[in-house]
Nanobody, 115 residues
Framework: QLQLVESGGGLVQTGGSLRLSCVAS????????MGWYRQAPGKQRELVGT???????NYADSVKGRFTISRDNAKNTVYLQMGSLKPEDTAVYYC?????????WGKGTLVTVSS
């Protein structure tokens, strides 16, 4: 089993910054990639960005240039640094890990951007 726990969400003003963390524990072997998704009220869950074992990153167009994903392998932690936040970034942010065809999810952390 693999457990993912997010932290770092909260309330921030437009233009502000926030850093989310995701700690992986349990069976962390053979994870292909990790990433962040978000789900705004009344909307479907969408990709924010991913990072592979080789540290290649991929981002949704809506966050390119504003968000950065990084990882600390020694701490089994993936980060999402968010900047220039907008009200439309308000959502529950979920950490994701992929191992083969299996996706693992955290419970999410709420980010609210006030206008």
């Amino acid at each position: 089993q693999l457990q993912l726990v997010e932290s770092g969400g909260g309330l921030v003003q437009t233009g502000g910054s926030l850093r989310l963390s995701c700690v992986a524990s349990g069976n962390i072997f053979s994870i292909n990639a990790m990433g962040w998704y978000r789900q705004a009220p009344g909307k479907q869950r969408e990709l924010v960005g991913t990072i592979t074992l080789g540290d290649s990153t991929n981002y949704a167009d809506s966050v390119k240039g504003r968000f950065t994903i990084s990882r600390d392998n020694a701490k089994n932690t993936v980060y999402l640094q968010m900047g220039s936040l907008k009200p439309e970034d308000t959502a529950v942010y979920y950490c994701n890990a992929q191992r083969g065809p299996i996706n693992y999810w955290g419970k999410g952390t709420l980010v609210t951007v006030s206008s």
